[in-house]
Structure formats: C-alpha cells, structure tokens
T-cell receptor, first 115, second 112 residues
Framework: KAGVTQTPRYLIKTRGQQVTLSCSPISGHRSVSWYQQTPGQGLQFLFEYFSETQRNKGNFPGRFSGRQFSNSRSEMNVSTLELGDSALYLC??????????????FGPGTRLTVL | GENVEQHPSTLSVQEGDSAVIKCTYSDSASNYFPWYKQELGKRPQLIIDIRSNVGEKKDQRIAVTLNKTAKHFSLHITETQPEDSAVYFCAAPKAAGNKLTFGGGTRVLVKP
C-alpha cells in the first residue's frame, strides 16, 4: 500500500496570506489528523477528521481550519498567516474505526515558512 | 485534558548499552500508548505501541512497559546501535478519538 502523502512539501508565504495544505491517507483509512511541529512547542494536535466530519479539535485559533472529502483526502487551511505559524505540518492517517484509538501513520509533512 | 511528560530530554549512550525513556500521563482513561522515532528531516515513525490490557510488549531490541496504576510507561532499547540515534516521542490519547498528546521528545545519541 502507498503511504501517507502530503503536498506541497515546502511553502514560503508572507504574513497576512493564507495557505492550503493537502493530505492523502493510506488507502482504506478514514481518519486524518493534523499536527503542528515546532522546536519550541513540539508536536501539537490541530484537529481530526473522520467520514468528512471534524471529530476532535485542539487548542488552535479559528484561523486554522480543515475539511475532509468523500475519498478521505483532507485539507487544512491557515488564514491571515503570522510569523509564529512557521512550522512542519504533519498529517496522520488511521483506520478511524469507532470504539478505540487506532495506530496513526504520519506523512512526510509540509514545511511552511512565513516571512 | 491529557498531559504527557517525557524524560530525559537528551540521552547519550555508548553503542551496545541500553537506553530507557520514561513518560507519565494524566488521564487515567487513556488506553493506548504509542512510541514514535523521528530521524532528522524525516517523518515520525511508529515503532511500537501498547494497549492498557497488557503490561509489556517486545519487538526485537525494543520493549515498552506500562504501569497503569502509576500512570507511566517506558521505552527500552537494548544493544543500541548508531542507527538508533534519533528523537523519540511518547504519546497518549484523549479518552475518546484519535487525538494524541505527545511528550516533549528525547534526543538519543548512540556513540560508536
């Protein structure tokens, strides 16, 4: 099976712009979670989508949003970019079945730099 | 919410020695504890995980132990090799769903 893919791999934006990142999960996986990784804050959960619905949400401002399509592919959007949004954005794919937590497999990430 | 503490933040060992990383969690309802290895410039990779119905799990040179009463779990790497050098993260979920709270990471350096 193909692994988790993310596009683009690198992005450079300026403050105030918006950005959209994409994640394609492993075939058959229905849950996609998004994480932000920075040297200072480590790995922080943004949100999880399952069957096109947001199932969990972390403590990030409303500028961070996401969605999931019927083929389980997910996008996250960050509006009005700030310098502090510079980070590696990782998505994680899992089966997402109800009744418990599933193994999560990470994509390669999108490195976002805000100037 | 869940809080995960990880120690130590850095660990230097001689090749062939063992390495132990410890994590504590706060949510007693947590029932799944994965460990990830992240090499420089690469994605976090799931290396082992344990569910709350067992106390220990092994996979070759890697083992994880869980103490639910004390709310802590540990990663043990035996016979360390230079390729074990990486940052290791523990995690625990919010009681429901796939939201993982990660520890701060342990940078392991295996000296040849």
């Amino acid at each position: 099976k193909a692994g988790v893919t993310q596009t683009p791999r690198y992005l450079i934006k300026t403050r105030g712009q918006q950005v959209t990142l994409s994640c394609s999960p492993i075939s058959g996986h229905r849950s996609v979670s998004w994480y932000q990784q920075t040297p200072g804050q480590g790995l922080q959960f943004l949100f999880e989508y399952f069957s096109e619905t947001q199932r969990n949400k972390g403590n990030f401002p409303g500028r961070f949003s996401g969605r999931q399509f019927s083929n389980s592919r997910s996008e996250m959007n960050v509006s009005t970019l700030e310098l502090g949004d510079s980070a590696l954005y990782l998505c994680a794919s899992s089966l997402g079945s109800s009744g418990g937590v599933n193994e999560q497999f990470f994509g390669p990430g999108t490195r976002l730099t805000v100037l | 919410g869940e809080n995960v503490e990880q120690h130590p933040s850095t660990l230097s060992v001689q090749e062939g020695d063992s390495a132990v990383i410890k994590c504590t969690y706060s949510d007693s309802a947590s029932n799944y504890f994965p460990w990830y290895k992240q090499e420089l410039g690469k994605r976090p990779q799931l290396i082992i995980d344990i569910r709350s119905n067992v106390g220990e799990k092994k996979d070759q040179r890697i083992a994880v132990t869980l103490n639910k009463t004390a709310k802590h779990f540990s990663l043990h790497i035996t016979e360390t090799q230079p390729e074990d050098s990486a940052v290791y993260f523990c995690a625990a979920p919010k009681a429901a769903g796939n939201k993982l709270t990660f520890g701060g990471g342990t940078r392991v350096l295996v000296k040849p």
